[in-house]
């Protein structure tokens, strides 16, 4: 079993700037892909943005340029730094890893006033 801890989510104004961190620990001999999802109410869950082991990066058109995805491999982390928010990024933050099949976190929220 793989577990995932999130963490970083919060109240933040509009063009600000949160970081959300997911840790991931249990039965990992190598993670592949990593990534974030969001859920915004009564909306269906999106990608965000992925990571592959060897850094590779995709973002969804609505976040480009402002979020930025990182991974530590050696720390089974992967990170989502996100500058610039806008209202319509309050969401509910879950992370996924790829083991043998994919991993998701317990979410975190975040929201951005106007």
């Known amino acids: 079993q793989v577990q995932l801890v999130e963490s970083g989510g919060g109240l933040v104004q509009a063009g600000g700037s949160l970081r959300l961190s997911c840790a991931a620990s249990?039965?990992?001999?190598?993670?592949?892909?990593m990534g974030w999802y969001r859920q915004a109410p009564g909306k269906q869950r999106e990608l965000v943005t992925v990571?592959?082991?060897?850094?590779?990066?995709n973002y969804a058109d609505s976040v480009k340029g402002r979020f930025t995805i990182s991974r530590d491999n050696a720390k089974n982390t992967v990170y989502l730094q996100m500058n610039s928010l806008k209202p319509e990024d309050t969401a509910v933050y879950y992370c996924?890893?790829?083991?043998?099949?994919?991993?998701w976190g317990q979410g975190t929220q975040v929201t951005v006033s106007s």
């Open positions: 996924y890893v790829t083991v043998t099949r994919p991993y």
């Open positions: 249990g039965s990992i001999f190598s993670i592949n892909t």
């Open positions: 990571i592959t082991r060897g850094g590779s990066t």
